[in-house]
């Protein structure tokens, strides 16, 4: 091996046999390398021999050598070869002696992950082989969850239907406090689960279409990365919870039909769906083994009929090497203290774009003794105790030299006092600065050094030193792969992290300049000048669930119809309006599209949005390739990224888009360069971000474009996700705004136009027209709505609610929850208004009743104003208060602990109500309950409801 300061040799003394499996494994963590060369006597019956060396810090003058601890490769000139190489023309160092192998290889992982052997650009005097019959992976029984992955197994082949016990067993290890483990039912006829709830173990069950929810937590919170083992039991009515063998809660349901019917859903790690509206939790994080349901073993299996998503079958937690500082939430990691002996050495890759912060500094046990690396101006300053000062700066000009360009650059310090007292700074394989020789450096000996990145504590700064660090402000971009005195950094478990995030580097940073608006070539002006029969446009015909009509229907004297009525104005230049319903998008199919984008390709799209996530436009190659083109809005900004197979760009602006106000976008590329241009501006980014990486510059996609969101496996899909940096979310969301005018460079006989797409597309999937007639709020629709508040809601003594409603109909439910007795509904009835809470002694009501039934669908808005205090009621219709109603002293409580419903309820029997007095018809916003708003998001949404936006008419 050699990393710039010469080839390193090491031998293994293990004897190999001939036509024997036998694996290697190399390993480099800085400086250190290790050779593990294992065999296989039989079955479990592995012996090693490890070999280590370590490359020289200093070179024959006593320097450090200049490339560090740096591997280089270069994404399109460098080459792997596997089992020789060719000898005529490719440059190795003299020390490879071995040019071919003659046998077998199989099984190369590169840096953690498989590399296929048939996957190769050029290959000679290769065949295929036998696999081998050593080393051969045995099956897991764990399965590895990291937050966003599930296992769906077949309930046909466990003891779960029909049954009135059950009994569930398994093992776990959890990463994080939340999440969903077990799931065993179906929405109509109940369900059991196992989940951790603010770091409990949680048991619920749920027993027939009209059960009653029972849950059993257990007293104490678990502890993070222990295993435990959770055993469930249900004997009809009743149920208990284990940890460990021992009995943490007991519960029973009230009901009586107790056979746990009709089991169709059966997870592991986390549930998919949103339709059981008691499981909404998070997808679990952690590790699950040795389950059984019933008698039965849990069968993961590679021939087991189970539907894996996320999920892994090895419980190893990947190392998390990279630290994201965000401008939104600065922090620090702050790691352990540990002792030197003799010298210092720590690097580190960094990637910004901010002019200013600290990126490393280090203390010792007696807080005398410092070394801190630090940003100004782009430049990096290096001081250490107890006076040295070392600058990045042009040894031939003196001129400031700056490393905030966005890229990633690698910062080494070494410390040393043999042969002479000195201290080093490396950036990258080309610079160096020392301090020349020194009378007096940090304490190498009997101490203890502390190392933070990334910024301090404001204890820390406020009783620093002046003089330790040239800043001392936070760092705002990433921190990877840091060696810290020989050691490898696993940041979760080296370091304590305030403000920071584990994982991708999620600071990119972009500059705007204003450029001329770019010219129309002749064949665009000749193409306007044509005349084209402009595209009929017929919103009735192109959007039949809205269903339109000449005369829509209206109850009794409303002023609104109970659908919205067609919008006049509304043409093809009004847009499209999606995320009223998840999962909303378009697609559409261009056949001859693919080849006109293979060299170059360009799009035009108008969007309006004040949502700060979502999916304009994407295209992609066949599931396993890489090649794929997207426009998409994240945290705000509006973010083009394509890859022409070897790696993705990235242009994003650094200004926020989602003003809701019109904006105009071309995205383009040439070969493997792209271009963004918003609002006629030329949108200016760093040159890597410009470029799709690698050295293919065909772009090969398939010829169907998704506008607005993706199709539910798209959405989903983790390689997706992970092309487009969104790592954090559950899925991809959709675009909630309106788009208009999508058109396409169309390409014939050397002549290009742009070409729109308008209305043909091949799916429209819930996507409305975009009426400018709207207001902010949640249209309930006549097909029957409603909005889970709040998944579990105890009213209490007190209960306190406000809304803005504008009803399009006289009778219907406006908020509900139920207990086993009690029970609390406000409700429309024939143009009253009722709120009604029962104790457990009969009804309290009050009522307010306006002279006229349709005064409250007069097409205006109305504040309803509804409090329970202990057994009194009171209610208020646009600040005008009704008689309240006074229940039975002594009994104040309404005792509820069921979900609290908006707008309608999945059970109204429970409430005596007839079929036509549920649902309410309307718009709905601004809903407080307790002083606080309640958040509604697409997960607490069913049935007939349009989210977002109120229409007007």
Not at 900 to 922: A, M
């Amino acid at each position: 091996m050699d990393v710039g300061s010469g080839p390193m040799t090491i031998e293994s003394p293990k004897s190999l046999s001939s036509n024997d499996w036998h694996q290697i494994e190399v390993n480099r963590e800085g400086r250190e390398v290790s050779l593990i060369v294992r065999s296989e006597a039989g079955p479990d019956e592995i012996t090693e021999e490890v070999t280590t060396d370590t490359f020289p810090l200093l070179d024959s003058d006593g320097k450090p050598f200049l490339s560090g601890s740096v591997f280089n490769l270069h994404q399109e000139f460098s080459k792997i070869y596997v089992g020789g190489f060719p000898t005529e023309k490719t440059a190795v160092q003299e020390s490879v002696r071995s040019t071919d192998m003659d046998g077998k290889i199989e099984g190369l992982m590169i840096g953690g992950r498989e590399v296929g052997l048939w996957n190769y650009k050029e290959a000679k005097y290769i065949e295929g082989a036998n696999t081998r019959n050593k080393f051969v992976p045995k099956e897991k029984s764990e399965l590895r969850f990291d937050g966003d992955g599930y296992v769906k197994f077949d309930p046909e082949l466990y003891y779960l239907t029909g049954t009135t016990n059950n009994f569930v067993q398994f093992k776990f290890k959890a990463d994080q406090r939340e999440g969903l483990m077990f799931l065993a039912g179906s929405i109509e006829l109940g369900y059991l689960a196992i989940k951790l709830q603010e770091g409990r173990i949680v048991f619920n069950y749920k027993i027939g279409a009209d059960g009653d929810l029972v849950e059993i937590v257990s007293r104490d919170e678990i502890e993070l990365e222990t295993w435990y083992i959770v055993k469930a039991e249900r004997d009809g009515s009743a149920g208990e919870l284990f940890i460990n063998g021992e009995s943490v809660g007991i519960g029973r349901s009230q009901m009586y039909n107790m056979a746990l019917n009709g089991v169709s859903d059966l997870y592991f790690g986390g549930y998919p769906g949103s339709d059981y509206e008691d499981i909404q939790d998070k997808f679990f994080t952690g590790c699950i083994k040795e389950g059984t349901i019933g008698t039965d073993y849990i069968d993961i299996s590679q021939t087991a009929n189970i539907t894996k998503v996320n999920a892994g079958t090895e419980c190893t937690r990947k190392i998390q090497n990279t630290l994201s500082f965000m401008e939104a939430s600065p922090g620090y990691a702050q790691m352990a203290a540990m002792p030197v002996n003799g010298s210092i050495s720590v690097s580190f890759m960094f990637r910004t774009s901010a002019t200013q912060g600290l990126l490393m500094y280090m203390k010792d046990s007696t807080e005398l003794f410092y070394i801190s690396l630090s940003m100004l101006d782009g430049s990096l300053y290096l001081y250490a105790h107890p006076d040295i000062q070392i600058v990045t700066k042009s040894p031939q000009t003196q001129q400031f030299l700056q490393f905030n360009d966005n890229k990633w650059h690698m910062a080494s310090i070494t410390v040393i006092e043999e042969p002479k007292k000195i201290i080093f700074l490396q950036i990258d394989d080309f610079y160096e600065a020392n301090s020349g020789e020194k009378q007096n450096i940090p304490l190498l000996h009997g101490t203890e050094y502390q190392t933070f990145f990334g910024g301090l504590s404001d204890e820390l700064r406020m009783n620093m030193k002046d003089g330790v660090t040239e800043n001392d402000g936070p760092f705002i971009g990433c921190i990877r792969d840091a060696i810290v005195l020989g050691e490898y950094v696993d940041f979760q478990e080296s370091a304590g992290i305030t403000g920071a995030s584990l994982g991708e580097c999620g600071v990119l940073g972009t500059i705007i300049e204003k450029v001329a608006s770019t010219t129309e070539s002749a064949a665009d002006k000749e193409a306007k000048q044509d005349k084209i029969a402009e595209e009929e446009y017929d919103p009735i015909s192109l959007f039949p669930e809205m269903k339109y009509g000449s005369d829509p229907p209206i109850e009794g004297e409303c002023k609104l119809p109970v659908s919205p009525a067609l919008d006049p104005e509304l043409s093809i230049e009004s847009g499209f309006r999606f995320g009223v319903k998840m999962g909303s998008f378009i697609e559409y199919i261009k056949k001859n599209l693919p080849e006109m984008m293979v060299d170059k390709s360009r799009f035009q799209i108008d969007f309006k949005t004040t949502h700060s996530d979502g999916i304009i436009f994407f295209m992609m190659n066949e599931v396993g390739k890489k090649d794929f083109i997207a426009l998409f809005i994240k945290n705000g900004k509006l973010v083009y990224s394509f890859n022409c197979g070897s790696g993705p760009s990235y242009l994003e602006t650094d200004f926020i888009v989602n003003d809701g106000k019109w904006h105009s976008v071309e995205f383009s590329r040439v070969d493997k360069h792209g271009k963004l241009v918003f609002d006629s501006i030329e949108v200016k980014v760093p040159d890597h971000s410009q470029y799709s990486g690698g050295s293919t510059t065909n772009l090969e996609v398939r010829p169907n474009i998704y506008l607005g969101g993706l199709d539910e496996s798209m959405r989903n899909d983790e390689t997706i996700k992970r092309d487009l940096q969104i790592n954090n979310r559950d899925d991809i969301p959709g675009f909630i705004g309106c788009l208009r005018n999508l058109k396409y460079e169309h390409s014939k006989n050397g002549k290009s136009r742009m070409k729109a797409l308008g209305t043909k597309w091949a799916k429209n999937n819930m996507v409305i027209p975009c009426s400018e007639k709207v207001e902010s709020g949640f249209f309930f629709g006549p097909g029957g709505g409603r909005i889970r508040a709040e998944k579990r809601f105890r009213v209490g003594l007190d209960f306190d609610i406000t809304m803005m409603i504008k009803p399009r109909n006289l009778t219907g439910i406006l908020v509900a929850v139920k207990g086993r007795r009690d029970y609390l509904i406000l409700r429309m009835l024939e143009g009253s208004i009722q709120f009604i809470v029962d104790n457990g002694r009969g009804p309290i009501t009050a009522v307010f009743k306006p002279n006229d039934p349709s005064e409250f669908c007069n097409g205006k808005w109305h504040e309803i104003h509804a409090v329970k205090a202990k057994n009194v009621v009171t209610l208020s219709v646009n600040k005008i208060f009704a008689q309240p109603g006074i229940g039975v002293p002594g009994v104040s409580s309404t005792d509820t602990n069921n979900p609290l419903f908006l707008g309608g309820h999945p059970r109204p029997g429970r409430f005596s109500l007839k079929p036509g007095e549920v649902n309410f018809v309307g718009c709905m916003k601004d809903v407080v309950v307790e002083s606080n708003p309640v958040e509604i998001t697409d997960d607490k949404i069913f049935g007939d409801i349009h989210s977002h936006v109120c229409p007007t008419i």
